[in-house]
């Protein structure tokens, strides 16, 4: 059974940094994209990044770019997300999610873990 | 970025009711369109992708349409276990951008 579990969230200062993790599981992990989406308080989904199967290759939403860094290692089934510079707007549950490729490029995401919380606050 | 807007925000239901939301692109996506489910506190669950192939395990009441900038969700018959927030997803060009989402509630 496929299964994605999110750790590392909890409560970081303005201006902090944080290290999210995401352990996969019941699935050959370094055959699959892998990406993270987060979701502030009450509000709708946010696509963050994705990474390539062998980590060549990431893609970021621009406005994240620079302060936010995925990285993954394939031989502990692991996908990490660095985040600096941490601002309140970043508050949000973050979720990784595994990706589902057509011609050769993710498009869609067909498992997510529960989720991590970070809260950006003094 | 392509925008993707939802409607309605929210819609009221009993079981077994016929539920439809729509999805609007800000331009063009060809059939890149994917639908989640999303319940609290869990993750989203993807329903269907390339705008009308339904994901393995998803009952058929759900059934996806549309092309380039218009699509649909329905659900055909409402079970008390749909009862949750629904997301289409454009995968034509990065950043990949998520609708606001339309909450399924209980009438």
């Known amino acids: 059974e496929v299964h994605l579990a999110e750790s590392g969230g909890g409560l970081v200062q303005p201006g902090g940094s944080l290290r999210l993790s995401c352990a996969a599981s019941g699935f050959t992990f370094r055959n699959y994209w892998m990406t993270w989406v987060r979701q502030a308080p009450g509000r709708g989904l946010e696509w963050v990044a994705n990474m390539k199967q062998e980590g060549s290759e990431e893609h970021y939403v621009e406005s994240l770019r620079g302060r936010f860094t995925v990285s993954r290692d394939n031989a502990k089934n692991s996908l990490y997300l660095q985040i600096d510079s941490l601002r309140a707007e970043d508050t949000a549950v973050y979720y990784c999610a595994r990706g589902v490729t057509i011609l050769g490029r993710v498009r869609y995401f067909d498992y997510w873990g529960q989720g991590a919380l970070v809260t950006v606050s003094s | 970025d392509i925008q993707m807007t939802q409607s309605p925000s929210s819609v009221s239901a009993s079981v077994g009711d016929r539920v439809t939301i729509t999805c609007r692109a800000s331009?063009?996506?060809?059939?890149?369109l994917a639908w989640y489910q999303q319940k609290p506190g869990k993750g989203p669950r993807l329903l269907i992708f390339?705008?009308?192939t339904l994901q393995s395990g998803v009952p058929s009441r759900f059934r996806g349409s549309g092309f380039g900038t218009e699509f649909t969700l329905t659900i055909s018959s409402l079970q008390p276990e749909d009862f949750a927030t629904y997301y289409c997803?454009?995968?034509?060009?990065?950043?990949?951008?998520f609708g606001q989402g339309t909450k399924v509630e209980i009438k």
């Open positions: 997803q454009q995968a034509n060009s990065f950043p990949y951008t």
């Open positions: 331009q063009g996506i060809s059939s890149w």
């Open positions: 390339a705008a009308y």
